[in-house]
């Protein structure tokens, strides 16, 4: 019994500890995403020189680059989608869809959000279910993607 | 004097016989025109395509062998109906099932089912969809238009955190 009221109070306080140390470290935040903005301009960049392995590269870092533990799950889920989505897109446009369909995996593998980057990679997985012949995933994931910019869009026009 | 009268000879028995037959396969035959969409009747069709005449029935002959040719001239157009209805059904079945099992089972919209029944996802639609939400419909290029919509949004996100969210 006192073994069990020990362990609710560790419990407890790791959690509070976790709770601090999310609110302390919430000034790494910041750095993070701007780093993140600089990979994408970066990729953008490479791409327009049609430097696609550098452009994959760069993108492929910054999908392994570890998160601040400041930061919230779901904004760090939406950012590594949005690696994901491009990452599926390179794949794709190599006529690579093995790898289009592992980073589309990978990155709906988060988790699915009411986001433009979740509807973005539900869209492209969509594409190539289509691509593969297997129209039933195809249209389960198009419609999932359709759902999400409906409610977008809805979102949008209320707060416009 | 009926037709079954054993002291009739068998020719005549024969003859009223076929002269009875004639006048019902007519009478269905007639009934037949009169739908609107003229179909034989089954029963008077099979009746006529059973019947074998006999040889000895020459006068009434020609009165059955018209309407056999009338029932022959009609059987190509029938069958023709028939295989198509057939066809038609074995097409139309499975549509109906996958319609049903989409609406019902999966309780899907009927926009989808109407594109997983035509084989064409509506691809074009959430991509539309898209553009419209990302910048008003103006901008075509879609990785363009992600690019201005993922500064923004990191910008945004970046701002927040350093205002403490």
Redesign the interface.
């Known amino acids: 019994m006192i073994r069990i009221v020990y362990i609710v109070i560790l419990v407890i306080v790791s959690g509070a500890t976790a709770g601090c140390k999310r609110h302390i470290n ?1 000034d790494d ?2 750095p993070w ?2 780093q ?2 600089s990979t ?2 970066a990729a ?1 960049r490479l791409l327009a020189e049609n430097d696609i392995g550098q452009a994959r590269d760069v993108l492929t870092a910054s999908w392994n680059a570890e998160a601040p533990a ?3 799950v779901a ?1 760090v889920r ?2 590594r989608q ?1 690696v994901a989505y491009r990452l599926a ?1 390179l794949g794709l446009a190599a006529n690579h869809p093995d790898a289009a369909m592992m980073w589309a995996d990978r990155g709906l593998a988060l988790g699915q959000d009411d986001t ?1 980057m979740t ?2 990679l539900l ?1 492209l997985r ?2 190539l279910f ?1 691509r593969l012949g297997q ?2 995933k ?2 389960a994931d ?2 999932a ?2 759902l999400i ?2 409610k ?2 809805a979102r ?1 026009l209320e707060n416009p | 004097m009926s037709h079954d009268d054993p002291f009739l000879p068998a020719s005549a028995a024969e003859q009223l016989a076929a002269a009875k037959l004639a006048e019902s396969l007519q009478g269905s035959a007639g009934i037949a025109e009169n739908t609107s969409n003229r179909e034989v009747d089954d029963a008077g069709l099979s009746a006529a395509l059973l019947l074998r005449l006999p040889t000895s029935l020459e006068p009434r002959a020609g009165v059955l062998d018209g309407l056999l040719l009338q029932f022959d001239d009609r059987l190509p157009r029938q069958a023709t109906q028939r295989v198509w209805w057939k066809w038609l059904m074995a097409g139309l079945l499975p549509v109906a099932a996958i319609a049903m099992y989409l609406l019902l089972v999966r309780n899907e919209s009927a926009s989808v089912v109407a594109s997983v029944l035509l084989r064409r996802p509506p691809t074009r639609i959430v991509e539309a969809q898209q553009l419209s939400l990302a910048d008003g419909g103006k901008q075509r290029d879609y990785a363009a238009t992600m690019t201005t919509y993922r500064r923004d949004y990191l910008d945004d996100l970046s701002q927040r955190y350093r205002a403490g969210r």
């Open positions: 919430a935040v910041a995403l701007d993140m903005k994408h301009a953008d400041g930061i919230a904004d939406a950012i949005d897109e433009v509807a973005n869209m969509g594409r289509e129209p039933q195809a249209v198009l419609h993607a359709l910019n409906e977008l869009l949008t």
